[in-house]
């Protein structure tokens, strides 16, 4: 059995801010997309094209630092497949977000292959390490759970805020949420509907991308196929959850990175199989008791004539 | 006057037709002018090519003396000429002030500076005495103070030269005249005002002078609306004499048709239907009118099925009905409903399909294992068609495709074909020109005369006094009055509509 000892408690939540992080930062992006009007449910695909790019380019270059910039340009690149299709060529956003998890899924074992040999999984790449100096894990409680997070943890806290800022501060962010809300409006003041949306779907794709790189390149150290698992259409549904804000992305991730955490641990007690469930079943209540009363921009998917 | 807008020889032609031919336009300053026609006459097209929206196929377009050429509509926004769109373009869900400001925001470095924006919209409410609360969200808004947050757009953006596309068209009566007051006020302020429209009593109130276009040519443009009656205009307007004003009175009325008795409908707590009661005869039109809002959405739904009511007893010919919409249908009862594009139209569908939406199961549209009947719903989509005078190419047409007025025609082509013996009719021709208006009135009168019993709900006053032969007036779920059409005057009714019952009753 498990003894409940602080020591537990501090793994507990250390683990659940881990499992947050990949969570935390593929929604924040999907807020971006969303807020622009274009649906997020390419995030699974951007994710997990980050993951892969990420340990592709610390393995090439020997810096976690460029890993880090691979897995973020890659998700735009794989983001920018979704806008391209669904802003100009007017595909439904649900349909181009799908060809991006198929296209990923199936591009990054075949490259795996190509690029490593191997199939499964790739080479371990040097990492990042925890950010643990004395003065953080002198701290009581809050010290030994911080110390075990890397700078990931720590760039994707700043970027709640700052997305959180740019939202909903600056004028880019209101414009950006007007066309969201209403592309014909936003057109009929003079903005430029399409390049708001492609900087949404382009940020929900760098957000994601890094999100991934977490998951790899920060977890790992080495990419494994199909690792992100689902996590970027957990993403989607804790963007719902959140009502399409940075901070309300976090709560709704730390809700189910705490679920994530549960489970690895409780693996020992309960049948595992049983126990893997959780983060899934947790999405399934979401959906339907987490919901309600929540409604998406009411641009979404929506096309202005030029 | 001094002179701020000037077009010349402005033609436009689209693929197949000419939508302007050779047509001149001027705009002096601080006027209202009103720009009359009807749908398809080319006043809207005009308008775009002064705003921005399209180019003319020739012709030159001078604002303050200087010849121009707007590439966008953000180009004529710049100068000063803005556009209230018919459609609102407001977003919901943000605040009046975001809604005013987004896209021209104060602030700086790039962050917006609400403060600032509050006190500048807050300072243009109280300048106009537009009195509407600038933190609301513009979805707690009615339509009326809705299209005022347009104005205020309009206004923060410094406009001189205002274009407003059909204003009143989703308005009630008394949001019109509060719309005139603040159109006035505008004027009075010195902007100029172009409002795009075909009612011709709106014109005469308001216009300082009236422009008419009639099939893409200018016909007048120098009426004053002082010196004309609706008739002459409406004459100008159509090239005909039409006459919206005769009453046409029933002459075989009937024992009662439809009953309704203790028709009470909750909604959010609150009994948006009160215990109403009412019977229409055959052969009559029973009218309701009131202020939009006052429970006539839940009446109608509740008379068509549409809606579960808390207690009615509804009698057709003596004949109980209950269920759902369907059964309605089939028990003779027809439905043109309030919105036709949200409730009586598919809109992505075609003429013929839409002409037997909701009878589509009768055999002569359907055999018996449920396959539709290709050839007879063509046959009757086209006869319908001619029939109802619909305007299209053919019946494959999509509804997107027709006028207003042209989907009307669906609506009641096909309530109207399947001979109801009662029919609830809700704002027959709203957002439908003259001539449509005519027609439908007359379809209604020579369905009445067949000893149909219609019961006609709308807001548009005059519609409800020139058709009902008896009238009753709805407000707040209760029906306050029944008169004669003519017992009353339009001020008594407007005070009956408004919860002034009491006051009159007291006399």
Redesign the interface.
Known sequence: MIDFDTGLVISILASTLRRTVPLLLAATGGAFSMRSGVIDLGLEGMMLAGSFFSVMGAWMTGSPWMGLLFGVVFGIVFSMLHAVMHINYKVNGSISGMAVNLLAAAMTPLLLTIVYGLSGKSEIVTSFSNFDPDWLMGIPFLGPILGSQNVIFFIAMALVIISWIFMF????G??M??VG??P???S????NVKAYKYFGVAMSGALAGLGGAYLSLGQMGMFVKDMTAGRGYIAVVINAFGRYNPFGALAGSAFFGFFDALQTIFQSVFPSQLVMMTPYVVTILVIVFGLKGGRS??GTGKHVEE | MVEIVRMEKITKIYPGTVALDKVDFFLNEGEILSLLGENGAGKSTLMKILYGLTDPTSGDVYYHGEKINFR???DA?EKGICMV?QHF??????TVT??I?????P?KN???DMRRARKEVRDLISQFKFNIDPDTKVENLSVGEQQRVEIL?VLYRKADVIILDEPTAVLTPQEVDDLFVILRRLRAEGKSITIITHKLKETIALADRVMILRDGKLIRDDVDPSKVSTNQLSEMMVGREVDLQERRPAKNIGDVSLHVEGLTVEEDGKKKVNNVSLDVKAGEILGIAGVEGNGQTQLIEALTGLRRVDSMELLLNGEKITGASDGFLRAGIAHVPEDRLSMGLVKEMSIKENMILGYHREDDCCDRRGVLKRKEINDKGNRLKDQFLVKAPNVDAKIDELSGGNQQKVVIARAFSHNPKAIIIAHPTRGVDIGAMEYIHQQMIELRDKGAAILLISADLDEVKTLSDRLLIMFEGEIVSETMPGELTDIEMGLLMTGGHSMIEGE
């Open positions: 501060k600056t004028t880019l209101l414009r949420r007007m809300e209403n014909h409006a936003a009929a003041v003079g903005l921009p009411a | 966008r509509p953000v926004i769109h373009m407001l977003v919901p869900a943000f975001e809604n400001i987004a896209g021209s925001e602030g790039g962050f917006v757009k």
